[in-house]
T-cell receptor, first 115, second 113 residues
Framework: DTEVTQTPKHLVMGMTNKKSLKCEQH?????MYWYKQKAKKPPELMFV???????INESVPSRFSPECPNSSLLNLHLHALQPEDSALYLC??????????????FGDGTRLSIL | DQQVKQNSPSLSVQEGRISILNCDYT??????FLWYKKYPAEGPTFLISISSIKDKNEDGRFTVFLNKSAKHLSLHIVPSQPGDSAVYFCAARINNAGNMLTFGGGTRLMVKP
């Protein structure tokens, strides 16, 4: 059982829709991450939040808008996506963004399809 | 430019034998290395890690070896089980650059009964 929970598991949306992906962890981790993974490719980092503040934005298009309402929740708001944005979106968390050797723990992802 | 490479896209091994998955890296600033396992329709699961100050770390059937001079790490699974069939990603982190991971392209391991 994963300790990082992502909803929904699957999402199909049109290019004009607005939707949100949600991620929740209750491990007390203070760093949370969004990744995008295309088929047969490794995960690619999109955003990093540390103590609910955005620390890293890997030049992600503005049609992806992250939000960290509290230390347990991470959202990814989607608007006006393109077909090439269809992918598996993974959320991860780790105890801290800096200091120490800490693995990131991943959720099972949301498989997003853009029509 | 891929800084972390897994040159074997797939590996097939007989149940009970050893599986050896390899990973090469180019950035000498990497100081922490991890292996993740991924089943279809699931997220990557952390398996084992190693700090650059060590050359070996063992956890049950899984052992990771690090050769810093060759910029090479490997994951050994002994004995291999059918349930180990998955895609394995190695990942690396740069010292003092936060917990940002760079992933290799993955190796699909198939363990045949």
């Amino acid at each position: 059982d994963t300790e990082v929970t992502q909803t929904p598991k699957h999402l199909v949306m049109g290019m004009t829709n607005k939707k949100s992906l949600k991620c929740e962890q209750h491990m007390g981790h203070r760093a949370m991450y969004w990744y995008k993974q295309k088929a047969k490719k490794p995960p690619e980092l999109m955003f990093v939040y540390s103590y609910e503040k955005l620390s890293i934005n890997e030049s992600v298009p503005s049609r992806f808008s992250p939000e960290c309402p509290n230390s347990s929740l991470l959202n990814l708001h989607l608007h006006a996506l393109q077909p090439e944005d269809s992918a598996l979106y993974l959320c991860a968390s780790s105890p801290l963004w800096t200091l120490g050797n800490q693995p990131q723990h991943f959720g099972d992802g949301t498989r997003l399809s853009i029509l | 430019d891929q800084q972390v490479k897994q040159n074997s896209p797939s590996l097939s091994v007989q149940e009970g034998r050893i599986s050896i998955l390899n990973c090469d890296y180019t950035n000498s600033m990497f100081d922490y290395f991890l292996w993740y396992k991924k089943y279809p329709a699931e997220g990557p699961t952390f398996l084992i890690s190693i700090s650059s100050i060590k050359d070996k770390n063992e956890d049950g059937r899984f052992t990771v070896f690090l050769n810093k001079s060759a910029k090479h790490l490997s994951l050994h699974i002994v004995p291999s089980q059918p349930g180990d069939s998955a895609v394995y990603f190695c990942a690396a982190r740069i010292n003092n650059a936060g917990n940002m991971l760079t992933f290799g392209g993955g190796t699909r391991l198939m363990v045949k009964p």
